[in-house]
């Protein structure tokens, strides 16, 4: 554990933010039963880079990539072994 307490709590506030923030996304798409808003391009706003991008097959190719992908790369880079 980090021993700086302002650094920790603004990790955990940017944690909570978006996990807040996509079980929000999850109830609405759920509600309205149209998934487009968990297009994590959309999400992002890069539809702005990339017009139309999140409505191809694949830009959603991508979309679901990166969510299955980002949490991999942040277990193997950038978590520590525990040491036994």
Known sequence: MDKNRFLNSIKYFIIFSALFHMV???IY???IK???SL???NLLELD???PSLHLTTLG???SWLIY???PIIIYFFFT???KK
Do not use: M
Request: proline share 0%.
């Open 24 to 26: 929000l996304l999850l």
């Open 29 to 31: 798409s759920i509600t």
């Open 34 to 36: 149209d998934f487009s």
């Open 39 to 41: 297009n994590f391009i």
């Open 48 to 50: 702005l880079l990339f």
């Open 60 to 62: 959603k190719l991508i």
């Open 68 to 70: 299955l992908l980002t």
């Open 80 to 82: 520590k072994k525990s």
